[in-house]
C-alpha cells in the first residue's frame, strides 16, 4: 500500500494524520526533494525524509499538525545543524512542509424540518458530509435530502446505535418538539462529537438542562453545548438561520475564537434575570 491509499484509508476510518514532504533541497542532504513521510495519529509512521533528528522533529512537529489541523514550514540546514544528519555534515539544507490530514467532517442533523433541510444543503456546500435523522420516515429520507450521505428514520434509540460519531463529528438537534430534543440531546452529550448544538430559546434551554442535571448529567457535559444555535445575524428566515448555524460550524472547524459565553454561563445569566 502506497501513502496516498492509506491516506484514503485513514480518512474513510475517521482518523486524523499528518504529511510531511521534503519540498525544497540545496546542496547534499541524506534523502530527495518530494520525499514523504506520514504519521498516523497513533504515532506510526509510514515513509520516510531521511531518518535521524530531522525524522524525528517532523514527528514530533506533525503530533502538533495534527492537534492544530494547521499546517507548518521547517527549515533544516545541515551544514550548521550537523546533529540533524547524526553526525554526518551533508552541507545541504531542507525545507519539509508538514501538513495535517484529516477526514471530511460529519454533520448529524437530528430533525429533518425547513431549518434542517437549509443546513443540510448549505453544508454540503461547506464541505461537510451530511447526515439527517428523524423518527418519522417522510422527514428523512433521499428524496427529501438528495445531498444528504445518509438518512435515517425511526425511533431515536435505533437511529443512535446507526451513527458513528467521532471527534470530528458536528451534531445539530432541531427535532419537532421538546422531547426529540431532550432524547437527542441526552445521548448526544455523551459523544466524543467537537460541536453539539441545539435549536431553542434560553428558557427551553434551562428546562431541559434541569431535566438532564436532575438524571445526573454532569454540568460539565452541558456547558458543551452551544444554544442558542448559530452566529448572531439577525436571521429570521430558516434559510438565514441556517446560514448563521452552518458559519457557526465552520468557525468551530477552523478554532475561530468563540462568538459568544459557553451554555453554562448563558444559564446561569438567565436564571439571575
Known amino acids: 500500500m502506497d501513502i496516498f491509499s492509506e491516506i484514503a484509508r485513514l480518512r474513510r476510518e475517521g482518523r486524523k494524520a499528518a504529511l510531511a514532504t521534503i519540498i525544497q533541497v540545496q546542496g547534499s542532504i541524506p534523502s530527495y526533494e518530494s520525499a514523504k513521510i506520514l504519521i498516523r495519529d497513533d504515532g506510526s509512521i ?138 437527542c440531546l441526552r445521548w448526544a452529550v455523551t459523544t466524543p462529537a467537537r460541536y453539539i448544538g441545539m435549536i431553542g430559546s434560553k428558557r427551553k434551554l434551562i428546562e431541559i438542562s434541569k431535566v438532564l442535571e436532575s438524571e445526573g448529567v454532569p454540568a460539565e457535559k452541558l456547558a458543551r453545548v452551544y444554544s442558542p444555535i448559530g452566529l448572531d445575524i439577525g436571521a429570521l428566515t430558516p434559510e438565514e438561520i441556517a446560514v448563521s448555524i452552518v458559519a457557526e460550524l465552520i468557525a468551530v472547524r477552523r478554532q475561530a475564537p468563540p462568538p459568544y459565553p459557553s451554555l453554562a454561563y448563558k444559564l446561569k445569566a438567565v436564571e439571575t434575570t
Request: glycine share 10%.
Open 46 to 183: 509510514m515513509g520516510t525524509v531521511g531518518g535521524g533528528c530531522v525524522e524525528a522533529e517532523v514527528w514530533s512537529v506533525a503530533q502538533e499538525v495534527m492537534r492544530e489541523e494547521k499546517p507548518r514550514r521547517l527549515h533544516f540546514n545541515l551544514n550548521t545543524q550537523p546533529e540533524y544528519d547524526n553526525g554526518l555534515v551533508c552541507g545541504g539544507s531542507l525545507d519539509i512542509f508538514v501538513e495535517p490530514i484529516l477526514a471530511t467532517p460529519a454533520l448529524y442533523l437530528f430533525g429533518g424540518g425547513h431549518v434542517s433541510l437549509a443546513v443540510s444543503k448549505i453544508a454540503g456546500l461547506a464541505g461537510f458530509d451530511v447526515i439527517v435523522s428523524d423518527d418519522r420516515a417522510a422527514f428523512a429520507n433521499p428524496d427529501r435530502f438528495p445531498e444528504a450521505v445518509e438518512t435515517h428514520a425511526g425511533p431515536w434509540a435505533e437511529s443512535f446505535q446507526r451513527l458513528k460519531v467521532n471527534e470530528l463529528s458536528y451534531l445539530v438537534v432541531a427535532t419537532r418538539g421538546h422531547k426529540g430534543d431532550l432524547d
